[in-house]
């Protein structure tokens, strides 16, 4: 799974093939697929496990309505640091046209924006729903900033100070 997030992550769904992955985790293709039908559902696994990450981090984050925006901006830059690949991976699914993968993934947006849509509003945040729709937006914007390799395209990085 940790070799085929870093491969997904770094070629994208389409130039990613199972024997790349299995090459790289230092196994046969037919050792994937006696776990997985087929690429898809091995996309789906590595996705699902990125999202748990993700949600777990952001169910998590505390602070009052004027802070957990910050909070949760402080969570998505740890969850960037430290599993970037996961990242990526998450921020780029929705780019994929395969119906199961794309119904899916439509899935995991909700999961993720009704997690942050909670935690804004147990803190207070008024429209909590959109704000968390924004949050998830920004950190789209940050994950292409980061893929392209445009850094005076952050605009987030003064923003809020603690």
């Known amino acids: 799974m940790d070799q085929a997030v870093k491969i997904f992550g770094e070629l994208g ?33 590595v996705l699902d496990r990125a999202v748990m990450r993700m949600k777990e981090g952001f169910s998590r984050v505390e602070g009052s309505a004027d802070s957990i925006i910050h909070n949760m901006g402080k969570t998505f830059q740890s969850i960037m640091a430290t599993h970037r690949d996961e990242v990526l991976l998450v921020m780029q699914a929705h780019t994929i046209a395969e119906t199961q993968i794309r119904e899916h ?7 993720i924006h009704r997690t942050i849509a909670e ?39 003064n923003e809020h100070k603690a």
């Open 13 to 45: 769904f389409y130039k990613t093939t199972t024997a790349q992955v299995a090459k790289a985790a230092g196994v046969t293709q037919p050792y994937i697929f006696h776990f997985f039908k087929n690429k898809e559902e091995l996309f789906i696994a």
């Open 105 to 111: 993934t439509k899935e995991v947006y909700r999961k």
């Open 119 to 157: 935690r804004f509003q147990t803190a207070g945040v008024s429209n909590a729903e959109v704000e968390a729709a924004r949050f998830i937006a920004t950190g789209q914007f940050i994950v292409v900033i980061e893929v392209l390799d445009v850094p005076e395209m952050y605009c987030f990085k």
